[in-house]
């Protein structure tokens, strides 16, 4: 029942957006800890994909750093409660700031079975 409900919030949001989920490869809901390491620069498949990003509480840090394919920084992503976002490509996930968490609900879907 918990995977439907959040599924529907994201069917939902990314309709209203223009995005035709046709599968989902992976959902979770992460908790992030403040941490001093540099987070690392990744994309979340070797396939193409988006990522709906939705925070779940406020907290400061922590934003989420969009990345072209040559690892320039392209937008930073200001986190707020229930802001949701969708991006593709490589990105990185901050830490929030210290005795703080991150809570995140993130999705990578496909819109194309092609």
Partial sequence: ???RSLANIIYKFCK?????IKIFYRMAVNCFCHYTAEPAI?????FPHYVFLMYLNDFDEGYTS???ENDVLIQ???PSKYK????TGPHKAGYPALD?????LVATFGTDLK
Avoid at 42 to 46: K, L
Avoid at 84 to 87: E, G, K, M, P, W
Avoid at 100 to 104: E, S, Y
């Fill in 66 to 68: 969009l990345y072209d």
């Fill in 16 to 20: 209203e957006n223009g995005y035709d």
């Fill in 84 to 87: 949701a976002v969708i991006y």
């Fill in 42 to 46: 990744h994309d979340d498949h070797a």
């Fill in 100 to 104: 703080q968490h991150k809570f995140v």
């Fill in 1 to 3: 029942m918990l995977f």
């Fill in 76 to 78: 930073k992503i200001v």
